[in-house]
C-alpha cells in the first residue's frame, strides 16, 4: 500500500482536512460499482433505488434478541451436540 500521501503528525488540521475533501470529491462514493442502478446518475430516482437497496440487504442483520437471530437458528445450535460453539456461547452469553 502507498503511504507517501498519507498526512503526518505535524500536519495542521486544516490542511489535513483539506486534503480529505480534495480525496473525497476526486472519488466520489456512487454507492453503484457496477453501474447496475438504472436511471440517470445522481438523480433522485437514481438514490432511491441505492436506498431501497441497502434497506433490503440491512434487513439480513437486523435482530430481535441477538445479533443475526433472524438468520441463524441459535435455539438449535444450543441443543445441538457441539454445544461449546461460538454461535452457542453467543446464545446464552445475552
Not at 476526486?26 to 434497506?55: A, C, L, Q
Request: charged residues 25%.
Amino acid at each position: 500500500m502507498d503511504t507517501s500521501g498519507k498526512r503526518t503528525e505535524w500536519q495542521a488540521l486544516d490542511a489535513v482536512a483539506a486534503g480529505n475533501r480534495r480525496w473525497w470529491n476526486g472519488h466520489t462514493m456512487s454507492y453503484d460499482w457496477n453501474d447496475t442502478v438504472p436511471g440517470e446518475k445522481f438523480s433522485p430516482g437514481w438514490y432511491d433505488e441505492i436506498d431501497r437497496r441497502f434497506i433490503e440487504a440491512a434487513g439480513l442483520f437486523a435482530h430481535d434478541r441477538v445479533p443475526f437471530d433472524r438468520i441463524i437458528p441459535f435455539e438449535t445450535l444450543r441443543t445441538a451436540p457441539s454445544s461449546r460453539s461460538a454461535a452457542a456461547w453467543v446464545c446464552t452469553a445475552n
